[in-house]
């Protein structure tokens, strides 16, 4: 009885494999959405050769400057963030107040001559503590924000922390009430949901 079973199975089941292998298209037969210069976009990012190269120089560039400071965790207060720019892949890397003196200390370390220097608003270590202090009053925050909470977290770019929130026009105006000393444009609302379970 078992292997009438199995006989059957394997009967039914072997015009949908050799439908999916007569169907399957390997990888490198995909098409890719290229205009003429051979370049292609993913996720609104300029793709190339020269764009993936930038940006692995830019990670080693980034990799030697968090080395210095315990792989991130100790940045000094001059230190603004870091991202690639989207159309080049160069790295472009924020810092706040830095001196003279500051600012060449990092190009020395960062060593790489397509690294775009800007002023940001504020430090990195300046968004993660306002971001823990948050994290550690979760429940006021929700509270103050009246609406669910669904993230947290820092856009260098953006030289800002984000608060996902479920129902961002319920938020009130952002004040030193939410957390002592607060620059309300530290902070951007942006709409955030909850993970569905599949």
Same mark, same amino acid.
Not at 118 to 142: F, G, I, M, T, W
Not at 146 to 151: A, C, E, L, Q, S
Not at 159 to 175: G, T
């Given at each position: ?6 006989? %059957?199975?394997?009967?039914?089941? =072997? ?16 098409? %890719? ?13 300029? *793709?190339?050769?020269?764009?993936? &190269? ?31 720019? @989207? ?14 003196? &500051?600012?060449?200390?990092? @190009? ?6 397509? *690294? ?28 103050? =924000?009246?609406?669910? *909470? ?14 996902? *929130?479920?129902?961002?026009? @319920?938020?009130?105006? =952002? ?13 951007? %609302? ?9």
């Amino acid at each position: 009885m078992k292997r009438s079973a199995k006989a %059957i199975f394997f009967c039914s089941a =072997l015009p949908l494999l050799l439908l999916a292998a007569f169907l399957y298209e390997k990888p490198e037969d995909a098409p %890719i959405p290229t205009d003429e210069s051979g370049v292609f976009y993913v996720d609104g990012m300029r *793709v190339d050769a020269q764009f993936l &190269q930038n940006q692995m120089e830019a990670n080693e560039a980034a990799a030697r400057f968090d080395q210095l400071y315990d792989g991130g965790e100790n940045y000094p207060d001059y230190y603004g963030g870091a991202y690639l720019d @989207k159309a080049s892949g160069h790295l472009v890397f924020l810092t706040c107040g830095a001196s003279g003196e &500051q600012l060449a200390h990092c @190009k020395e370390v960062l060593n790489n001559p397509n *690294v775009r220097y800007e002023e940001a608003d504020y430090s990195y270590n300046a968004l993660k503590a306002l971001e823990q202090y948050l994290v550690d009053r979760l429940p006021y925050c929700e509270s103050y =924000l009246g609406t669910t *909470v669904t993230g947290i977290g820092i856009d260098e770019e953006a030289n800002r922390l984000v608060l996902s *929130v479920l129902e961002p026009e @319920k938020c009130p105006p =952002l004040d030193d009430q939410l957390a002592p000393l607060l620059d309300p444009d530290m902070i951007l %609302i942006r709409q955030g949901s909850i993970a569905q379970e599949y």
